[in-house]
């Protein structure tokens, strides 16, 4: 067994504070991170409060990682000690059901392997825990290859927040000639904005704040929607191709259906922990309502491959692991800009 120390929630009523805890021991396949960087994203919180009613304690949450390998076992081949990696939402999968076998590990049939709690598929009597810790070990095979010329702390939140929006605008084909709606400016909606701007697209960011017109601008936005300015929304009534909803709170979805043109998309990629309701009238103009995850393996590395090409990376506030319950109290109140990460040296 490794020996590692993080941070903890017992119960969901808990603070998490320091806790110490044991990892699976490395195997042929395995690489061991030192951890340096690890986002902070609103997900984090839901699950160190069992807001979704399947948190498994103790919780040592963190799913945005970035380290240092420390350790490579014997049939690694991808990965050599010093080289830079990264963690995402996912550490394993079936590895042979169609989706895994599609490069889709993360709508594996039986479920993927979730990067904290729950029970790690080599050894089934542990449960997995996340990044807000020293170390980290995991399967060549769901590791991501890090450059060197990325910016780490900023490259964090795109194992989360950045994939989750890459994966949709990429497979809706969202580029040149489109318009593009994204509701909702926070930790996802931020990397919606600069990714969708970057594939060439008409941008709108729709938001409930006025005063987030300036910043949106700034991330990518042509156009900024008070989805509150009833003149405003009507004056974009039918005109969008795809609207990316990133809100994880509950929120009217049909006001943004009503934007989509004949046959548009909204997808849902928030995670709001009561569900929203759908008109079928707004839905009548062959309009599609789906959701994504945050992506495979091959797609995630595509995405960091790209943003170190291209120097995109998340805006974000650095903190102090001592720091991480206040940060969870400003996630809630949207009081950050636009992702939190953990410095890990200074646990």
Same mark, same amino acid.
């Given at each position: 067994m490794l ?5 903890a ?5 808990d ?8 990892r699976?021991?490395m195997?042929d396949?395995?690489?061991q991170? =030192? ?5 902070v994203?609103h997900?984090?919180? %839901?699950?160190?409060r ?9 919780l040592?949450?963190g %799913?945005?990682?970035i ?6 076992g ?8 010093g ?9 394993d999968?079936c590895?042979?059901?169609a989706?895994?076998?599609d490069?889709d590990?993360?709508y ?8 904290y ?10 449960l997995?825990y ?6 980290y070990?995991v399967a060549?095979p ?7 010329k990325?910016d780490?702390?900023a490259t964090?939140?795109?194992?989360c927040?950045g994939?989750?929006t890459?994966?949709?605008l990429?497979f809706?084909?969202?580029g040149p000639?489109m ?5 909702g400016l926070?930790?996802?909606g931020?990397m919606g ?6 594939f ?7 938001t409930t704040?006025?005063?987030?017109? =300036?910043?949106a601008k700034?991330?990518?936005a ?5 989805s509150?300015?009833?003149a ?17 709170a509950? %929120?009217d979805?049909?006001v943004?259906?009503r934007q ?7 997808c ?13 009238f707004?839905?009548?103009a062959r309009k599609?309502?789906t959701g994504?995850?945050?992506g495979?393996?091959r797609?995630?590395?595509?995405m960091l491959d790209?943003c170190a =090409? ?17 940060a969870f109290e400003?996630v ?12 890990m040296?200074?646990?």
């Amino acid at each position: 067994m490794l020996s590692a120390k993080g941070y903890a929630a017992q119960t969901p009523e808990d603070a998490l504070a320091p806790y110490d805890f044991q990892r699976r021991q490395m195997d042929d396949e395995d690489i061991q991170l =030192e951890v340096l960087y690890c986002g902070v994203c609103h997900s984090d919180i %839901h699950s160190a409060r069992n807001d979704w009613g399947r948190t498994r304690y103790p919780l040592v949450p963190g %799913h945005e990682i970035i380290g240092r390998v420390v350790a490579v076992g014997s049939k690694v081949s991808k990965f050599e000690v010093g080289d830079l990696a990264g963690v995402g939402c996912m550490v394993d999968s079936c590895r042979h059901c169609a989706a895994c076998h599609d490069g889709d590990e993360h709508y594996c049939v039986s479920g993927p392997t979730m990067t904290y709690g729950a029970p790690d598929r080599k050894v089934p009597e542990l449960l997995t825990y996340g990044g807000y810790s020293n170390n980290y070990v995991v399967a060549e095979p769901y590791a991501l290859k890090v450059s060197p010329k990325a910016d780490l702390a900023a490259t964090a939140p795109l194992l989360c927040a950045g994939i989750t929006t890459w994966s949709p605008l990429r497979f809706w084909k969202v580029g040149p000639g489109m318009k593009v709606g994204i509701v909702g400016l926070g930790g996802l909606g931020h990397m919606g904005l600069k990714f969708a701007n970057a594939f060439g697209a008409d941008v709108t960011l729709f938001t409930t704040s006025a005063n987030k017109a =300036e910043d949106a601008k700034r991330l990518g936005a042509h156009q900024v929607v008070v989805s509150n300015d009833k003149a405003a929304m009507q004056a974009n009534m039918g005109s969008f191709d795809f609207i990316l909803d990133t809100v994880s709170a509950q %929120h009217d979805i049909n006001v943004y259906l009503r934007q989509l043109r004949r046959d548009g998309t909204l997808c849902l990629v928030g995670l709001p922990d009561q569900p929203l309701a759908l008109s079928s009238f707004a839905t009548a103009a062959r309009k599609v309502v789906t959701g994504s995850m945050f992506g495979g393996i091959r797609e995630t590395q595509e995405m960091l491959d790209y943003c170190a =090409e291209h120097g995109i990376g998340a805006d974000i506030e650095m903190i102090k692991m001592a720091e991480i319950n206040e940060a969870f109290e400003r996630v809630l109140k949207s009081d950050v800009k636009y992702r939190f990460v953990i410095d890990m040296a200074s646990l």
